[in-house]
């Protein structure tokens, strides 16, 4: 038996009672919300390890409850799974932007939703733990501890250089552009005037910061950054 916890934020009564009735058959412990306030409260106070999330909800829609979500720190890293009407192209689009790790159009079988969220859980709790630690040449990078270090020597970054880095790292070798670190670094909504130099400046100091390992931190003119890892 499954320990899991699952959230259905769903309105139909009758699609979220046998959403739930599934999800405990196959041994989860399934907790529901009717409308989509009740839905997010459930969501921060709970934890639970996945939410199976209806887009058309009273009070709040599912696109604002997903953005919410992946926007606290504590929340962010719980799997949505987003539950669409077929009307709702542009908003499943939408939804997988802002997150969401996968999505079911209705009517879906029970069978289908099952497979989904089993795949899900095992995509999350899989590579998560096992990249708690990114490690490149003498640098190390301890994701649960935010701590770092070059060549055993911990060096201090700031919270937003080491999101930096972090980024940078786990695109394994792909090149970002300036709007892609900021969207990614400062957020969706910026609420204060940002500007890509702010990037820049950033790199400038993570750069200073990392000591020999700085080689591996490629600008690329008019592009963007690159982290090589070989
Ligand atoms: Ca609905």
Known sequence: MSHEH??????????????????????YRVSSAGDGAQGLKLAQTALPSLVVLDLMLPQMDGLEICR????EEKTK???????????????????LEL?????????????????????????????????????????KLDLARRKVT????????????????????????????????????????RSIEIETRTVDVHVGQLRRKIGSETKRLVTL????YRWDWD
């Not at 999101?163 to 957020?187: F, H, N, P, T």
């Open 6 to 27: 699952i959230l259905v934020v769903e309105d139909e009564p009758n699609i979220s009672q046998a959403i739930q009735y599934n999800l405990e058959k196959e041994g």
């Open 150 to 189: 070059v060549k055993e020597k911990e060096v201090v970054l700031t919270a937003k250089e080491f999101d930096l880095l972090r980024v940078l790292m786990e695109a394994k070798g792909r090149v970002l552009d300036r709007e892609k670190l900021l969207e990614r670094i400062w957020g969706l909504d």
């Open 99 to 139: 997150g969401a790790d996968d999505y079911l159009a209705k009517p879906f079988s029970m069978r289908e939703l099952i497979a989904r969220v089993k795949a899900i859980l095992r995509r999350s709790s899989g590579p998560q733990t096992v990249q708690e630690l990114l490690v490149c040449g003498t640098l």
């Open 77 to 95: 890293n719980i799997p949505i799974l987003m539950v669409t009407a077929k009307s709702q192209e542009t908003d499943k689009v939408v939804g």
């Open 221 to 224: 003119k008019g592009v963007g």
């Open 68 to 71: 919410l979500l992946k926007r």
